[in-house]
């Protein structure tokens, strides 16, 4: 067997020659899911539940979202906990649940996978597969969702650097899936008095540095939702091509992620005042059906 | 000599008491400065380069920055270098310059004391007083700064909590000066694609907090020029009452912090773009001349 | 199906019902690998190269430092590596090298499972499974890891609280293996002059608040074959119950992490240096056949 | 009025050029102090309280380090505390109690100064001007160090490089004071279990960079008593010079520091500890009367 040379400082192409880079390709990256384009002129809203608890739980706030102005759902079927004794995830039977709220709604759906063992299942299901941001670092399961059809929604790892996150994607595009939306969802930092930094400044040199659309998550990169429009409109001011957030028709009674989770009015009222600050930076939300607007 | 009892962690007022605190004193704290007001309604610019280098270089900069847009002038006479064989300031010399500079162009001006010793002398030439980063726990030169008459602008420590950074502000307030702007300048983490990681949710966190004008300066908080627009137009988005960037006539010759300097036609643009997101949040920057708009 | 109430922060057991609290078991546990007991009285070391390059690198190294000491031979056929470019590890013709070596020295070895995929394989050649820091929140790969029936080596992830490390263990635990040896490798910081921040504070914690063995790897920790001697020393002065290093036999050819790698020379007089460390707080080096001391 | 060209990055001498760095002199530094040699090859030993609070308490804690094996008595009259409400320190009155302790005791002692102001006052009283972590980069401080004849016990800033901190203490050298004591007192991290995280690679790297002596303080490194002793022991096996710790004779009842501070039998035991240690690394703790070992 033939083993490539030298340490890891060595080792890998120039940056230049990487195909997340903006010089491998200058034109940005444009991402077609069910006729909406992600990282083109208009922003996009992901939006829904943490984790999918019940049918009733997911398809309410699946036609809230909808009727809201939301592009793309969201929704946990497997959950990466701290603790094994949180709610984990409802597994297949949430993914069956997404199926039913994009057959009612019409949006397309995104969900997160965990193990390289459920990628065939959760493409099967899935519209677009979301990599979290403990699973960054997971090399293997990189790999199988390069593998896979599917657009990657890729989160950046909360200790990552902005250099790693881009060699971390380079793994999903090297093996030959370049669909893949970057996610900038806050790091770790000394401060307390968010659960994350949200790192907004990643966002124009992402968008400077490599062609992928970018997006942000103001939920997990808080952790209260009372910070999330802020950030949110900070987000799109900064050049995000959309945001993905956490809204929960009940959220005191969610089972997980609970505190970041806006209502649904503030849903609806979020919607509007993004579109306010896309139109001052030259763009707006998509729109399916612009009568909506 | 009587003593207080206990410590560190219970021997502070209770949040609430805190002259910082909102519940101790409800509306906004309005800072005036030569008939600009900061911290209501509109937003301000504060502009300059980082360093009085020569009365050249000052004197063509606030030209620029004052047609430009600026409010107030900044320009520092005393600098806090990480090497003592770096450019340290021009001292009394460069308070000279900004006297002219306010002259000139009729903006106020804002310039960093370090010492303690300095402060009578740069109270006589300063309409604000600013104590950077580094000085944020000099308790003794926060003492002195509160018992002045001159507003202050009071930024964040690299490496401070949101709750470290209002004690530290009530070192001002509790001498009797509540005239304190508080400014987001970056903190330090593990990312090194910036300078210093912007934190740009501590801005609503600071406006629920307290009552006290907040502003964000991104030129030192990226490091980089080129992200200096999108975090201004993100800062006022999330809430800012204004922002201070660093503006240079010649970036390249710059003595000081020449990589993060804006091109006087970029501070243009700047401002035009600023205006715009004010604009989506319900605000605008302040004018002095109507005429301008 | 009947799903758990309540949120992240409510809904795991009291930390004195985790299985990894020392309230939960009182007594140390001493995990036995042919015949070496790690967590009990006497130190271990464990050595050998970062990855498992070719059969003779790893057969003369793990001659080296069986010589030279060692108790068990470390050695990866599976390699996370930041860039998809660098060199990822040999797979199953390095399980079977380790075979060999074992064979060849007698030590036990240990080496890493990635995914959930090869731990079956991985089970079936090595004694002690490693999990790396980068899976530590790999939540899947844990489970697996408590369903086999070999002790797990587990690595502190670089961004991970000791709180979220012990909640992370806690899913091994839970699926009845409580073979499990943690390990401290460094944490993220902004310091720069290490590759990470050994957090040697981490040994008492968590000698303290589990029952579980603790190790300490000074050269993951700080990226320098010039600090691995003294923080060798001080995580055996600070109360580790072994060491994890990496030696190479030719550290500048190593195809991965050859800047933290020593050289045979030093890791002999690094054992001799640590057993003065290890009599002076009370404890030996574990030696298999005592004629050797 | 000439002034230098180029930006911070260019603007410093070369590392090598550095009066801190090793390659500017070879021999390590050791500093004299009434008899006691810092930075040579025994290790030495600092111990008080955090404040001084009363003459009873700093007098009896005095007498308790000293026979208890302390070389230098450590306590402060200024205090730097995060709110202006916690107990601010008795000023002068605390440097008399300090001058009398030191009659008592015969140790020299050392206290910490925050105001260029207090300087002189402050360098009559005590043998050591200590400058806290909070004024690492208080240049003008720094520069009134340098120009006094005292030595300097100078503590890494807690958020401050390695990088960084040598340029700092650079500003005393170049003021013509080389009597600089570099202490290592833990940085600030992500990690909440501790008070901030002992950095004790930075030792040997101290070390290597620079002649200057290198101690450690273990009581705010961690934060907690409970941990000193693990992490003194850690702080020489990995090469320190020295130790510094808080030790309360009635540490529920201190007004400053008292969870981190250490019980007189505590600290008796840690000094025999500590000289275990040192004997296994080829040292010792100084001894002024050697009839005392």
């Given amino acids: 067997m033939e083993t490539p040379k030298g340490d890891s400082q060595k080792n890998y192409r120039s940056s230049g020659d990487l195909l997340t880079n903006r010089q491998a390709k200058k034109d940005d990256t444009v991402i077609k899911v069910k006729g909406i384009e992600i990282g083109g002129r208009d922003i996009i809203i992901i939006a829904g539940p943490c984790a999918v608890e019940n049918k009733e739980q997911?398809?309410?706030?699946?036609?809230?979202?909808?009727?809201?102005?939301?592009?793309?759902?969201?929704?946990?079927?497997?959950?990466?906990?701290?603790?094994?004794?949180?709610?984990?995830?409802?597994?297949?039977?949430?993914?069956?649940?997404?199926?039913?709220?994009?057959?009612?709604t019409g949006l397309p759906v995104v969900t997160e996978v965990m193990d390289t063992r459920q990628m065939e299942l959760v493409c099967k299901y899935t519209d677009i597969i979301q990599i979290g941001s403990r699973s960054m670092h997971n090399f293997p399961l990189l790999k199988e969702a390069g593998k896979c059809r599917k657009p990657v929604l890729f989160k950046r790892g909360l200790m990552a650097t902005v250099d790693e996150y881009l060699l971390a994607a380079e793994y999903i595009l090297s093996e030959g899936n370049d669909q893949v939306i970057l996610c900038e969802r806050g790091i770790r930092t000394f401060e307390t008095s968010t659960r994350h930094t949200l790192d907004l400044s990643a966002i124009p040199i992402?968008?400077?540095?490599?062609?992928?659309?970018v997006i942000v998550d103001p939920s997990h990169g808080t952790g209260h939702s009372w910070l999330v429009p802020a950030m949110a409109k900070a987000a799109i001011a900064a050049g995000a091509d959309g945001i993905m957030v956490e809204v929960h028709y009940k959220p005191l009674e969610a089972l997980s992620d609970g505190p970041q989770s806006i209502y649904p009015n503030d849903f609806v009222q979020l919607v509007k005042d993004i579109e306010k600050i896309a139109r001052a930076v030259g763009r707006k939300i998509y729109r399916h059906n612009l009568s909506l607007t």
Avoid at 60 to 65: F, G, P, Q, R
Avoid at 77 to 94: H, N, V
Avoid at 95 to 102: H, I, N, Q, V
Wanted: hydrophobic share 30%; charged share 25%.
């Fill in 58 to 104: 997911l398809l309410e706030t699946a036609k809230i979202v909808s009727s809201g102005g939301a592009n793309i759902l969201r929704g946990g079927a497997y959950k990466p906990r701290t603790s094994p004794y949180s709610f984990q995830g409802l597994g297949e039977e949430g993914l069956k649940y997404l199926s039913e709220a994009r057959k009612l």
């Fill in 206 to 213: 992402l968008k400077r540095r490599t062609h992928l659309p």
